[in-house]
């Protein structure tokens, strides 16, 4: 697993952070769609949510995943870590297991809805991306909320409430 948390990390993360968003910038000026630049901003967002390691929340979630403490958490939180626990998946698999499926949900609503990534990027990039990569129960939330609104605008309200259920499983304040 891609671990960030060494002084290479420290220098080189901002340089790929603003290599991208300037990619992305120049995307939206230049109003022409890249598939590369959507390609290498989907790998270098998974890389930075799934090799985080440089945070609090990081450090607490991982003790308490490593010692099965994980059921003073909601539901489906709790669930889905003492699986992949009890399965010996590493603390850092199970966030790229939780990760990689919401963020691929995230690029298909994008596409679906805005039908440019570039733009979204840069709004992102702007300041969620920092929430999300620290709280994964808050991002999981955030998306499940956007497929339920997805679900409601194509009329589906049994889908919308089997997936705004989902996300309370996940964070409560959903």
């Known amino acids: 697993m891609l671990v960030l948390n060494d002084n290479r990390g420290e220098v080189m993360l901002p340089f790929c952070f603003g290599g991208v ?3 992305n910038i120049i995307c939206v000026i230049r109003k022409k769609k890249s598939y590369i630049v959507e390609a290498l901003t989907c790998l270098f967002v ?10 609090g929340d990081y450090l607490a979630y991982s003790r308490r995943y490593y010692a099965g403490g994980l059921g003073d958490y909601e539901f489906g939180f709790s669930i889905v870590g003492n699986l992949c626990n009890s399965l010996g998946i590493s603390y850092d698999w199970f966030k790229s297991l939780i990760y990689i499926p919401c963020l691929i949900a995230l690029y298909v609503l994008c596409n679906r809805y805005i039908g440019e990534l ?3 990027i840069l709004l992102y990039f702007s300041i969620l991306i920092f929430y999300d990569i620290v709280q994964i129960r808050n991002f999981v939330a955030a998306v499940m909320l956007l497929i339920g609104i997805s679900c409601l605008i194509d009329g ?5 409430l089997i997936v705004i259920l989902v996300a309370i499983s996940f964070q409560s304040v959903a």
Not at 156 to 160: E, F, H, I, P, V
């Open 46 to 55: 998974i890389i930075l949510f799934c090799g985080n390691t440089s945070n």
């Open 21 to 23: 968003w300037l990619l």
């Open 156 to 160: 589906k309200k049994t889908r919308y």
């Open 118 to 120: 570039h733009g979204f």
